[in-house]
């Protein structure tokens, strides 16, 4: 038996909600069907869009802290025009 792990990614989760997408333009489903589809595209979706703006959130993040603050004293200049 193998041990292996297999793992979703955010890519993966993406790229089915692609398929969900082009197979409902290309009416692969019923009509009962659209209901729980639908409400499942919706829900991945949202949950695609939480983890960007997280990612997103936290790629600010890290730039700000990785910005030198404004008012250190290699930032300010301490010399004097006209000298």
């Keep these: 038996m193998d041990n292996t792990v297999t ?3 955010v890519a993966d989760l993406d790229a089915l909600r692609g398929v969900v997408d082009l197979a409902a333009r290309r009416g692969a489903f019923r009509a009962e069907e659209l209901t729980t589809i639908g409400a499942t595209y919706d829900k991945l979706t949202a949950f695609l ?12 993040a890290n730039q700000d802290s990785d910005a030198p603050a404004a008012d250190t004293p290699a930032e300010t200049d301490t010399t004097t025009q006209g000298e």
């Design 7 to 9: 793992q979703i990614t």
């Design 49 to 60: 869009a939480t983890v960007v703006a997280q990612a997103q959130a936290t790629a600010d």
